[in-house]
């Protein structure tokens, strides 16, 4: 376990990845006055003068000790470099294993976002305390993940959320594919059923709930779900993110899941996509109620979630 920082220094914190998700909790870390390390393969990272970036490949341990020295903790939010069952089984044990090896030596608990993947009975609502056994594909690679953790020697904490949304999120349902329509008037193309409660997680209510976990011991070797608002619809969150940018309800056309898994046949992309679509065919909802209590958290309103949203997209066309 790392020990008590002075008063005159300021907590350090690593963070892997770059993402939306290893962004946002770089920010705010930075933002409540720590040392922030981001580690990535280009350097890439927030601007801001308590973070540090460094160019690096965490998957070699070599490279990881002495940037992990003196870390209060580890986010390590690095995602496959492809939505491919394979990739993700070429590359993210192989990583974690090397991360939580170096930050046990440090003395560093790892933080870990992670997916609804692993649960094994999707149907009811998922809570902290389900089962996570599912089997094959990508489900299968996160339930192996997580039993890694659970299995090592180094602190960990797992952070459970449902689909992103919120800034610099691009490749999720609720991101570019959904955004950027919406704002720009046209119909928008979902998948499975429209109409159907299913979980979605801001962001910057994920980074929150990462750092916290990472704070107090207490917390830790176990999985928390992410502060997460009621389920919504793709249908109502695309009317959220239009009442937010003060335009039109999008019409929204679904394509059945018989249509997708024939797309699949022929396109591995689609095949991958058409995995995940008992997420789109029936209720997919999670319970973060047990979660949110134990860290003293709340998720962000959807009508200030939805307009931050929008707003960053605002941003990046102009």
Not at 55 to 61: I, K, R, W
Not at 129 to 145: S, V
């Amino acid at each position: 376990m790392s020990q008590p920082d002075s008063p005159e220094v300021p907590a350090l914190f690593v963070v892997t990845g770059a993402g939306p998700v290893g962004w946002t909790v770089a920010e705010q870390l930075a933002t409540a006055g720590h040392r922030v390390r981001v580690l990535t393969r280009s350097g890439s990272g927030p601007a801001h003068p308590r973070i540090e970036k460094v160019a690096v490949d965490v998957s070699d341990p070599a490279q990881l000790g002495g940037l992990f020295r003196g870390a209060k903790a580890v986010f390590h939010c690095i995602h496959g470099s492809q939505y491919s069952a394979r990739v993700w089984g070429e590359e993210l044990p192989g990583a974690e294993q090397t991360v939580l090896a170096a930050a046990g030596e440090a003395g560093a608990v790892v933080v870990f976002p992670e997916s609804l993947y692993s649960y094994s009975e999707p149907e009811r609502p998922m809570t902290e305390e389900g089962p996570r056994e599912a089997q094959g594909g990508k489900r299968g690679i996160r339930t192996a993940l997580l039993k890694a953790r659970a299995a090592s020697a180094t602190d960990t904490v797992s952070v459970v959320a449902g689909d992103f949304f919120g800034p610099r999120v691009r490749g999720a349902h609720a991101g570019e594919r959904m955004v950027k329509p919406v704002l720009a008037g046209k119909y928008l193309l979902v998948i499975g059923n429209a109409g159907l409660p299913h979980s979605f997680t801001y962001v910057p209510d994920l980074a929150a709930a990462m750092i916290r976990a990472a704070q107090d011991p207490v917390l830790w070797n176990r999985v928390w779900h992410a502060p997460t608002g009621p389920a919504l619809s793709q249908r109502q969150i695309a009317a959220a993110f239009a009442a937010a940018a003060g335009v039109r309800a999008p019409r929204v056309v679904a394509i059945p899941g018989r249509a997708l898994r024939m797309m699949g046949m022929f396109s591995p992309g689609t095949r991958e996509l058409a995995e995940t679509l008992y997420q789109f065919e029936r209720p997919f909802v999670m319970d973060s109620r047990a979660s949110e209590a134990a860290l003293g958290l709340q998720p962000t309103p959807l009508t200030e979630a939805a307009a931050a949203t929008v707003a960053w997209w605002g941003d990046q066309e102009r």
